[in-house]
């Protein structure tokens, strides 16, 4: 609900407390959720009206909402519960605790016990805890005070205790002046006329000479209060701002800058000056009342705009917030008064395809036709929009990989895939930045056409740089980058030496603004905090510390003529906001209206004209006039846009590039754009050059055929095949040495050849670190590396009769009502070695999870955060739920330790030590009574989960050459018979058995091949899924460790990502199809696969060893012959 439509909500509370309805003012309030009335709770309390007190609480909480509302539902139903026991009434005392307090049973066992028994009591109070207990009355009064510190602290409430401050009869206040301006409207207005309805607009009759009485000194509905008087509202108590000082503006430290370190006046006000409130950000769609600040308002906007003659409805209905706007799949049609602008570049003139998602863009500086754009993985493009020819396309590489820093060459040996996180030309178009998600910066210079060289690359932070920006401080161009190092650099474009380092904030920094007036120079950066800074080049620290609306994701940008300051944010819940600043005041000056629910992503934004703002969001793009707060017009550019698309104007405003899915970028023109453009349409399209780049393609996928060809020979021969694969291409012909044995790899390398569907993506993501289908089997929940949770769900209909997951029909991202997202607490330090890792409750009811910061505990259904614990250091690296109780929980961290956790105590069991570094992996064993561990350091370790003592460990052997010290994953899992488990190496696969700790069969990866990424059982533990880090994916028979079917990166990647590095990093696999398994790739896409149906299974199974039967763990054998291994 927007910001308005909320106000409006409180004015008719006003309105039904003024007039009497009691009963309809609090019915009111608990279906909004808006207003939690407490004088009216502790009544209701007092009365002993349970049913009404929890009634009236469900508006606002549920019982499993958070470890408060679970609380204060637990009071509540005890004291029924002993007031019934007190009434000697058994039967609903027994009635009241089996419906009301076993639901806490679960999460206190040993309480609900306790409770049970007083039923066996003569008097309650002989329990020594009750033995205090006094009259009905006086426990109620007792009660209230612990539930009024309950509901306060409990931040489902925050916000919503107290009353907004409103003049009385507001709402009729409003009325009254919209009838006034009507009456000003008539042609022939009368000096006094009849309003009869309110039910359709005021129309005076037959002309009689009469003027129309001014609207403010004649009310024509009934006496208007006084002005002045805020007096409360019945029993909504006044809500009482309080007033910030005002000190002197940032105009002033600009032409004279401080002396003063950061500490000293870190707390000072944003931007060009003003006071520090951040209560105006707290709220800020209500800005605070303020008598030295001029906020514009609803009541304002009346008053201020009505030399307007007609055709302005939008300021009627501001209360309401009804202003007509375009989404997808409806009609575009508008009230002419509500007619886009023609100067609005609305209309689709090109489409684009970059082959990977766009992350940012940026058009050239003075060839306004030139769209420079970054990907997800790290690929730059260079397009001229007017003939739809793509000049350059380079994909991401390190120019000199020696004059890197050691951590991010460690960092691209393990992860090499890099997105771009922001793209941007130097004021003259000269030179170019691309920002990546790892550690550098590159520069290039341009010379025209298709002319880009490499000019410089700059090791710019640790971990992701997350801005880039040009600036002239002293005349000398600069480039400006911020990271997740929390600091912000300032390094000469020329050479790439540093000049600056800012330091202070305490959070990755998300966004850089630098900009100059009166010939000061300075920077504004945003972090994750939510704080926004400002910076001279002086070294000298931050002059501002101020919270930003949303307090998350925000960046900030001036009008084009640099005298008005905007910011667009994003909190993590979803709320997103588009403020302007008032530079002297230093305070929100308006918040843009027409997010109306939370966005799926951070939404972006752009200003154009020195008069339009625009933001992409609801799968569409939303424009406003800066001088007006309300919703000018929403496009959704033909439909097929992402949920947050990337939205960027050229310098003109003609055109306006906008991200859609399946990696298209639409360009939008006006009139005048379309005539730009128009200038390219006599172009030739049968030049030379795109017949040479056609050859080269061509070429290119003859090389690769080739490749693939010659790996399929080694596999086939390596594995004995006699005979063709029917329908595999291509067709590869090798004779067996087994004589008696025919059989037949499978190779996957066409479309065709297999059932594979990418999963919709309303949300854009980095990278999927982690992937679990529910046990259920209707739902794939995903965790990202930006510590998001994604959650896709099959609906049962006509055509999946079953609800279950199928590669056939594709599912929905699904979210609550509410628009929440799971989002995990982030690491603070290093946030690029933070290690994710999730757990799933059996009944699917909760997730437990953590992506470097504190673990968190979710409400699969509602997507609320149950509780945090755990907060780092050592931060969590893996999760596993105890097999036969969901609340101890085995938890890995970064430290090497494993602690043994009971979620219903808050309470470390035990701490196990035996590894040296982080832990990779954990699994229990319900049969044996085992917790089998694994960690970076290669060993694995086996604990009796009885009293937790280590039983034996084993450092698994590692190929020769390559060093025991070198970090990398070694994940476990158990196999269905629970005796054995798998395990999984970038170097090898290997099944052990537990109570030896033997290993019983491995397949090492040769060393020139392709490391695993990840790789699990399927569901009947008959078949091994793995991933590997050239895309492929194979599938093997677990009794014997061999390959029996292969998909290739072409069954299932666009040919644009083909040489991308895009590859999978997690496999799952179904927990009732055995045959199922889905994976989530390093550009943020999710693919489930399954085997085409006349097949029915992938491959068939090789043939066994040593007359071991398929489905069984093979003999013993420590490891295959170098024969049996693929050349990958």
């Not at 509901?151 to 009254?176: G, V």
Request: glycine share 6%; net charge neutral.
């Amino acid at each position: 609900m927007s910001s308005l439509s909320r106000e409006l909500v409180f004015l008719i509370l006003q309105f039904l407390d003024e007039e009497k309805f009691k009963e309809t003012v609090h019915k009111l309030e608990q279906e909004s959720g808006f207003f939690f009335n407490m004088k009216y709770f502790e009544d209701e309390v007092h009365n002993g009206n349970w049913d009404e007190v929890e009634k009236y609480l469900s508006g606002f909480t549920k019982v499993d909402d958070n470890r408060y509302s679970m609380k204060i539902f637990f009071e509540i139903r005890k004291q029924k519960y002993l007031e019934a026991l007190d009434k000697h009434d058994r039967p609903k005392a027994v009635e009241i605790l089996v419906k009301d307090l076993k639901v806490f049973s679960t999460f206190n066992e040993e309480l609900f016990k306790e409770i049970t028994q007083l039923l066996t009591l003569e008097n309650f109070r002989e329990n020594e805890q009750l033995s205090k207990y006094g009259d009905t009355k006086s426990a109620r009064s007792i009660m209230l005070v612990e539930l009024k510190k309950l509901i306060e602290a409990n931040p489902l409430f925050r916000d919503k205790l107290q009353f907004p401050t409103l003049r009385n009869s507001r709402l009729r206040t409003l009325i009254n002046q919209s009838l006034n301006w009507q009456h000003q409207l008539c042609k022939n207005p009368r000096p006094n006329p009849d309003i009869k309805t309110l039910f359709v607009d005021h129309s005076c009759g037959p002309p009689n000479g009469a003027r129309a009485p001014s609207p403010v000194s004649n009310p024509l509905l009934g006496g208007l209060p006084k002005a002045g008087g805020f007096p409360p509202l019945g029993a909504h108590g006044p809500f009482q701002p309080t007033a910030s000082p005002v000190p002197p503006p940032l105009a002033g430290w600009m032409s004279s800058p401080s002396s003063v370190p950061h500490p000293a006046v870190s707390a000072g006000p944003i931007a060009l000056g003003g006071p520090s409130i951040p209560a105006a950000l707290k709220h800020p769609r209500t800005p605070p009342t303020n008598p030295a600040l001029d906020y514009p308002s609803a009541e304002s906007e009346h008053v201020s705009k009505r030399t307007r003659p007609m055709g302005i409805s939008e300021e009627v209905s501001l209360g309401v917030n009804m202003l007509p706007m375009s989404f997808p799949g409806q009609a575009h049609g508008h009230s002419p008064a509500f007619k886009a602008p023609d100067d609005l570049p609305k209309t689709v003139a090109r489409t684009l395809t970059q082959g990977s998602s766009p992350m940012s863009m940026d058009f050239h500086p003075i060839k306004q036709t030139l769209l420079l754009v970054g990907t997800n993985v790290g690929d730059i493009g260079l397009w001229e929009v007017g003939s739809r020819e793509r000049l350059v396309q380079k994909t991401f590489k390190v120019w000199d990989i020696s004059k890197c820093s050691m951590p991010l060459q460690a960092a691209l040996v393990k992860e090499p895939v890099v997105s771009v996180n922001r793209v941007i030309w130097s004021p003259d178009g000269s030179l170019f930045g691309v920002a990546y998600s790892r550690h550098i910066v590159q520069l290039y210079s341009y010379h025209g056409g298709e002319d880009m060289r490499q000019h410089l690359e700059i090791d710019a932070h640790v971990g992701g740089v997350n801005d880039i920006s040009f600036s002239t401080p002293n005349k000398q161009l600069c480039v400006i980058t911020c990271g997740d190092d929390k600091t912000i650099k300032v390094w000469d474009a020329a050479t790439g030496v540093k000049r600056h380092t800012f330091e202070g904030h305490e959070a990755p920094v998300y966004s850089v603004c630098p900009h100059y007036k009166e010939n000061i120079q300075f920077i504004f950066s945003t972090a994750l905090d939510g704080k926004i800074k400002a910076w001279l080049y002086d070294n000298m620290g931050s002059r501002v510390d101020y919270d930003a609306p949303g307090r998350w994701c925000t960046t900030m940008a001036y009008s084009a003529d640099g005298t008005r300051l905007f910011s667009c944010g994003t909190s993590k819940d979803g709320e997103s906001y588009i403020v302007e600043w008032n530079e002297s005041e230093g305070a929100v000056k308006r918040t843009y209206q027409g997010f109306h629910k939370r966005s799926l992503g951070v939404v972006q934004f752009d200003t154009t004209k020195n008069r339009y703002l625009a933001a992409g969001d609801d799968f569409s793009i939303k424009f406003w006039d800066m001088d007006n707060v309300q919703l000018l017009t929403a496009i959704d550019g033909d439909g097929g846009l992402q949920a947050s698309p990337r939205i960027r104007f050229n310098k003109e405003g003609s055109l306006l590039a906008v991200s859609g899915n399946e990696n298209v970028i639409k360009v939008m023109a006006n009139s005048d754009g379309l005539r730009l453009l128009h200038t390219f349409e006599n172009v030739s399209s049968e030049s030379s050059k795109p017949a040479i780049n056609s050859l080269a393609a061509a070429a290119a996928a003859t090389s690769a055929a080739a490749d693939r060809s010659a790996n399929v020979v080694s596999i086939q021969a390596m594995n004995g095949d006699a005979r063709n694969m029917v329908d595999v291409k291509p067709v590869i012909t090798e004779e067996s040495n087994d004589k008696s044995k025919i059989w037949k790899l499978t190779e996957v390398s066409e479309p065709s050849q297999c059932r594979s569907l990418r999963l919709p993506e309303n949300l854009r993501v980095a990278k999927i670190s982690r992937l679990i289908f529910t046990n259920s089997g209707n739902a794939i929940l995903a965790l990202a590396s930006n510590a998001i949770h994604l959650l896709w769900k099959w609906q049962r209909n006509e055509r999946n009769a079953t609800g279950k997951a199928t590669a056939s029909l594709p599912p929905q991202q699904w979210q609550p009502a509410s628009g929440i997202l799971m989002t995990n607490d982030a690491a603070e330090n290093n946030p690029e070695e933070a290690v994710p890792c999730f757990a799933l409750s059996k009944n699917d009811s909760y997730v437990m999870s953590a992506s470097g910061g504190k673990i968190s505990l979710f409400n699969m259904m509602t997507f609320k955060t149950m509780a945090t614990f755990m907060p780092p250091p050592p931060a969590a690296t893996f999760l596993a739920f105890h097999p036969l109780d969901n609340n101890i929980i085995a938890i890995g961290m970064d430290d090497s330790t494993i602690q043994i956790y009971n979620v219903r105590v808050d309470e470390v069991k035990s701490k196990l030590k035996g590894h040296s570094k982080r832990i990779t992996g954990l699994a229990f064993s319900n049969v044996l009574n085992v917790l089998v561990s694994s960690g970076a350091d290669a060993q694995l370790c086996v604990w009796n989960t009885d009293g937790w003592e280590k039983q034996r460990s084993k450092v698994l052997p590692l190929p020769q050459g390559r060093p025991n010290t070198a970090p990398s994953d070694t994940r476990v899992q158990f196999h269905q018979d629970q005796a054995h488990f798998l395990v999984v190496h970038e170097t090898q696969l290997a099944i052990y058995e537990t109570t030896k700790l033997e290993c019983m069969k491995q397949w090492p990866v040769r060393e020139s091949s392709a490391p695993i990424t990840h790789a699990t059982f399927s569901c009947d533990s008959q078949l091994v899924y793995a991933s590997f880090m050239d895309a492929t994916i194979c599938v093997f028979s677990s009794a014997n460790l061999r390959l029996r079917c292969r998909v290739n990166p072409s069954a299932y990647l666009p040919a644009s990502l083909s040489n991308s590095n895009v590859h999978p990093l997690v496999i799952a696999a179904h927990p009732q199809e055995p045959n199922m398994f889905a994976v989530g790739l390093s550009d943020g896409g999710v693919h489930i696969f399954e085997p085409v149906e006349s097949e029915g299974k992938w491959g068939v199974a090789p043939p066994a060893e040593n007359g071991s039967a398929n489905g069984a763990v093979a003999a013993p054998s420590v490891g295959a012959s170098a024969s049996d291994q693929p050349q990958r």
